[in-house]
């Protein structure tokens, strides 16, 4: 689990390995007092992240087999950038935003920064928009609404360019009706000439 992990961080990314006694005859085998002081030794010298790389000194048919991996096999680099992935999409980051390689949900950073206003950043401003209008509302009215400006936001600049391109050439919809879906409010006919096919408000 991450403890091990940690561990295994704190003495220099090398899990323990084994060490092997070769008796002079077939079946020897430590006795209990020296494995209990063997265990002893090598904790006492050689765990620990500030113990890390210290000589082993080997004696009496002791052999040591290591079975630890360098940092490279183990691969943290791959592990941490997984997890730095995790973290971004848990709060609905693209990867690619934070420069994290390996992530090929969009096509380049624009997509990636356009999915994260659209799809993490506005919705919550929204959300704080109206909460911040029901809030006030009894205290300005209830015909108080707050609304952001997604004109200003650079991001979408090109989004919000065509949106009003579209909206200003449809021809099924009178300029009241267009203003409404800006989000502007409504003007005297009195100052609406036409100017082509489509009215304009006076200048």
């Not at 689990?1 to 561990?7: I, L, P």
């Not at 430590?30 to 010298?45: G, I, N, V, Y």
């Not at 997604?150 to 989004?159: K, R």
């Amino acid at each position: 689990g991450s403890q091990w992990t940690k561990s295994l961080l704190d003495n220099s990314a090398r899990p323990s390995g084994a060490l092997v006694f070769k008796g002079e005859a077939e079946g020897d085998k430590l006795s209990a007092e020296q494995f209990t002081r063997l265990k002893d030794e090598l904790e006492q010298a050689h765990t620990g992240a500030h113990r890390a790389g210290r000589p082993l000194l080997l004696e009496g048919g002791l052999d040591w087999k290591a079975m630890s991996m360098s940092p490279t096999d183990m691969d943290f680099l791959n592990a941490r950038r997984e997890a730095a992935r995790e973290i971004a999409l848990a709060f609905g980051v693209p990867p690619m935003l934070l420069g994290i390689p390996g992530d090929n949900t969009y096509a380049n950073y624009k997509e990636a920064n356009l999915a994260f206003w659209r799809q993490t950043i506005l919705p919550l401003v929204r959300k704080t928009s109206e909460s911040l209008s029901c809030w006030l509302q009894p205290w300005f009215g209830t015909d108080l609404s707050i609304h952001a400006d997604e004109d200003a936001i650079p991001a979408l600049a090109a989004e919000r360019s065509q949106y009003w391109r579209n909206l200003q050439t449809v021809a099924f919809m009178t300029l009241t009706e267009k203003r409404a879906l800006a989000g502007l409010p409504d003007v005297p006919d009195e100052e609406i000439v036409s100017v082509g096919a489509s009215p304009e408000h006076r200048q």
